[in-house]
């Protein structure tokens, strides 16, 4: 009983977290046990080698693990202390509210301004001056619109491929959800355009809770206040990023960190 | 080691000049084939020839109504054709995907595919001549005619379904969108090219076909124009068909005639299909 009031507290704390969760991919378990609580308008890195689960969590958070066949998950994710598995919950509106930046930038093959109004499209909202005001404001806030308020109605196609992933954070911020995921956004992205999109995760900072998975350390020393280590499908160690990075409580974070495997 | 490679290089010239001479073979086979055709029927070919009335003498026999049925019969096939090779297509690919229904839909259209066409006559035969009714009509030909495209339509498809990268669906998916959606306004639209392509390939199909049409009853002598999918009909094919059987020689220069007719025909509609093809890519893609 005292165990599950304090859960709800921390439930409650923070923006979304996640409670003793495990998931399964048929027999074999991917997340083992993770209990983690993540804040308002902070952005928390996880970072991990290869296959530790990180990515697997981020989707939890959104449910895209749905769609992958035979998952299983038990124990609790909320979303503003609210259990996002729960029978009631419809899963395309929680998704509306957590938006997600996938590895390669997936643009649709349609114009940048179709790009950018698809949720509201989807939403069944017609109104010009609406997503005329929404593209604007989108594209302004994800460092884009000097570049393409002139040509917006080109293919999303022809931009860079930085341009194309800052497209893509438009789109899921044109929604205005509260939550931003990031699924290693900068993996794919040349030097200069990995600056600008930390640069620009950084300013959306105020306004939105970002996760973002990284395989790269300095990244997430750069621009995360948190950060989470996780290994072999468990979380090993989480707390801010000064703390990880010069003092690691564990031995396994500290082998990481320091490029003893990866 | 350098003598090796001087046969390399040999080889690969020989295999150049081997694909080079088996591709003019193919090429010249069809020169020479619409070469013939051309000055044997070309004469022919006038504005009276395409509005007569067929006859029995060969120098006022036309193909008004073999062209009429033909246009008939193809639209008739298309509107049934299409919509319900695009959405099986889809199901296979988007929805159905290791559903055991599935599986047994697709092994029933790959051997569909290759099934010969009078034997989808003789189906037609049965199915919509006699059981459902439809007697010799316009329909009861194009619903045989659809079910022989619609393997094609649905293969080609699947293919371009498939093409259509995941990270786009989960994209969409990530925004909030529902499966249908999904489908509707992401993944439809970037394989609009592969499925039109699909489309073509089987209006050709669709046009040439000939043994099917026998076997449902289309008349070869038709002196009306059809007026209604209820109607009596014949088709430039069988026209063809039926004049390259009669012994004078003046209804084998209309034979002639008629196939340069049909070439026109399809070479029109393949055009109109690819630049309209060839416009949507360049909308979508820059």
Redesign the interface.
Known sequence: MVQKSQDIAVATANKLSANRLSLYYGEKQALRDITMGIQANTITAFIGPSGCGKSTFLRCFNRMNDLIPNVRIDGQVTLDGKDIYRKKLDVYEHRKNIGMVFQKPNPFPKSIYDNVVFGLDINGERSRSVLDQTVEDALTKAALWDEVKDNLHKSALALSGGQQQRLCIARAIAVKPSVLLMDEPASALDPISTAKIEELIISLKDSFTIVIVTHNMQQAARISDKTAFFYLGELIEYTDTGTLFTNPQREATENYITGRYG | MSRKRSTAKIKDKLFKLVAIAFTTIALLSLVLLIGDILIKGFARVNWSFLVNLPSRHADQAGIYTALAGMVSLLVFTMITAIPIGILSGIYLEEYGK?SWFARFVEVNISNLAGVPSVIYGILGLQLFVRTTGLGNSILAGSLTLALLIMPIIIVSTREAVKAV?D??R?????????KW?TVY??VL??SFGGILTGIILSTSRAIGETAPLIVVGALAYVPFIPEGPMDQYTSLPIQIYNWTTRPQADFVTNAAAGIIVMLVFTFLLNAVAITLRNRWYK????
């Not at chain 2, 989960?170 to 529902?178: H, I, V």
């Not at chain 2, 909308?283 to 820059?286: A, S």
Request: hydrophobic share 40%; charged share 20%.
């Open positions: 290791d990268p990270s786009l989960q994209g969409s998916l990530a925004l909030g969108a529902t959606q306004k992401v639209p970037a909308k979508v893609k820059i």
